[in-house]
């Protein structure tokens, strides 16, 4: 899968891609990154990209023609155009299985100042996604964690399938906690003990309990996406 960032700091993208999980996903062509300056697409002679809003207000506000210019020459047929904004629909675990399993080139418009000219949007633009309830100062960031959350979805990107089962947000839950097996010689955290029932290798008695620690720990954290559970019980 290709992902293409069209941004006015491409450095705050690349160091992303330099290492840990994605480096490898790149390095084995599970993905490839392509990382434009879009203001080299600026007609304008001092490549100017920006402009004061129409209606007054302060913030200057990003030219139509030099993103048009832009996705022009490197979009295609196989092309789904996203643009971060704040003025959005909040970007989920759902869409992003959805879009690693349709989509084969996500191109990302990062946007900074007060934003870009809103005909881009009605003009090229497939998708438009939010990240959080929050005002970042540019796009770059919103479109990583988007990336990073989709590549997670390709097969063979993470070493163990199995690590995309069961996590937080799988039918409106939060994952119940973990612990490594070895023993821990700090006295202060040896203190606490982990939950018997994890040790025991019961594994019906474990799902069980795990589903009961994520429903309230989705209940305290969550109340909002705990009213959406279907509450299951569990047989051991
Ligand atoms: N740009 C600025 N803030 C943003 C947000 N919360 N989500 C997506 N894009 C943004």
Do not use: W
Request: glycine residues 6%; neutral net charge.
């Amino acid at each position: 899968m290709k992902f293409t960032f069209l941004s006015l700091f491409p450095n705050l993208i690349s160091g992303y891609f330099s290492d840990s999980i994605l480096k490898r996903a790149i390095d084995s062509k599970l993905l490839e990154i392509e990382i434009i300056d879009f203001r080299e697409f600026s007609n304008n002679k001092y490549k100017k990209v920006d402009d004061f809003q129409v209606s007054g207000g302060a913030g200057l506000v990003i030219y139509a023609d030099v993103l048009e210019k832009a996705l022009k020459a490197i979009s295609s047929r196989d092309s789904h155009i996203i643009y971060l904004t704040p003025v959005a629909k909040q970007f989920n675990s759902y869409d992003a299985k959805r879009l690693a399993s349709n989509k084969k080139h996500i191109i990302f418009i990062c946007g900074r100042y007060e934003g870009i000219d809103e005909r881009v949007i009605e003009c090229f633009v497939d998708e438009v996604f939010c990240i959080g309830d929050y005002i970042l100062t540019g796009g770059e960031l919103a479109s990583l964690v988007m990336c990073d959350c989709i590549s997670r979805h390709i097969p063979n990107v993470l070493g163990n399938a199995e690590s995309l089962l069961g996590e937080s947000f799988e039918d409106n839950l939060l994952e119940a906690p973990i612990f490594t097996k070895t023993n821990i010689f700090s006295k202060k955290i040896s203190n606490l003990s982990i939950p018997s029932e994890y040790s025991k290798g019961n594994h019906s008695r474990i799902r069980a309990l795990k589903n009961e620690l994520s429903l309230s720990k989705t209940k305290y954290f969550r109340p909002d996406i705990y009213n959406k559970v279907r509450i299951c019980k569990i047989d051991i």
